[in-house]
């Protein structure tokens, strides 16, 4: 059993030991090791709401994005002479137009660097339907003055408003391939590659079978017809040995 002496200085002792504690960590140890995991659920918190606040904010910044994807598309919709002249890179100006309150209906447009080429929009939704490819093949075969022309048979329909325009060599034997291939590729000469789109229907008609010898790519006119005369003999089923 301890005396009275004996528990006042086991108090001074453990009131030095506190005091000493305290100087070094800057509170009692209990305290500290308290506080460290204080720390810890503190800092678990401030990484969630990081994480949380970074999600909100990437939602935020995706669902901006979208709406003004949104408005340019709608702007683009509303604007089917601007998609025309994007899709063709040509300008060009509304003649008239017979539309409704949402832009759709019929627009007459012409270009604005050749009034001679003038072409019709249909608008129905989203959905735009034109003839500008087949009236600039007409405009450039009509003032095409060249002989060959008279290879050539004119094909001219209507779907609607819109021209359906077509141009073609009948073929039947490699003379007549040769003579068609270096008249459709004089035309394309002719209307040189700013003016000349793929788009176009002027081919060689081969039983009823279509074939495009267009010199493209750098491709000269000898293979052309090589690749035309290819195509001539799956055709017609015809060896060239025998021709």
């Known amino acids: 059993m301890y005396n009275k002496d004996d528990w006042k200085e086991l108090e001074q002792w453990n009131a030095q030991r506190e005091e000493e504690?305290?100087?070094?960590?800057?509170?009692?140890?209990?305290?500290?090791?308290?506080?460290?995991?204080?720390?810890?659920?503190?800092?678990?918190?401030?990484?969630?709401?990081?994480?949380?606040?970074?999600?909100?904010?990437?939602?935020?910044?995706?669902?901006?994005?979208?709406?003004?994807?949104?408005?340019?598309?709608?702007?683009?919709?509303?604007?089917?002479v601007g998609k025309i002249e994007d899709l063709y890179k040509v300008q060009a100006k509304v003649i008239s137009k017979n539309v409704d309150?949402?832009?759709?209906?019929?627009?007459?447009?012409?270009?604005?660097?050749?009034?001679?080429?003038?072409?019709?929009?249909?608008?129905?939704?989203?959905?735009?339907?034109d003839d500008f490819s087949d009236n600039?093949?007409?405009y450039y075969f009509s003032v095409w003055d060249s002989s060959k022309k008279e290879l050539f048979t004119e094909n001219e329909t209507y779907n609607g408003e819109l021209l359906n325009y077509e141009t073609y060599i009948e073929i039947n034997n490699e003379d007549e391939l040769k003579e068609g291939v270096d008249a459709i590729n004089d035309f394309v000469e002719f209307c040189g590659n700013q003016n000349f789109y793929q788009t176009w229907n002027i081919y060689l008609n081969v039983k009823g079978k279509r074939?495009?010898?267009?010199?493209?790519?750098?491709?000269?006119?000898?293979?052309?017809?090589?690749?035309?005369?290819?195509?001539f003999y799956e055709i017609t089923n015809i060896n060239s040995r025998e021709i």
């Open 21 to 80: 504690q305290k100087r070094k960590f800057g509170e009692y140890p209990e305290g500290f090791q308290r506080n460290k995991k204080i720390d810890k659920v503190t800092k678990g918190m401030n990484i969630t709401i990081k994480v949380i606040r970074g999600i909100f904010f990437a939602v935020i910044a995706l669902a901006l994005l979208v709406y003004i994807f949104y408005v340019v598309g709608q702007k683009a919709n509303a604007d089917p």
């Open 101 to 129: 309150k949402n832009g759709a209906g019929t627009y007459k447009l012409e270009l604005k660097d050749n009034e001679d080429i003038k072409f019709t929009i249909i608008k129905q939704g989203t959905l735009l339907n």
């Open 136 to 138: 600039c093949q007409k």
């Open 211 to 231: 074939i495009y010898p267009y010199m493209q790519g750098g491709v000269s006119r000898e293979e052309t017809f090589n690749q035309a005369l290819e195509k």
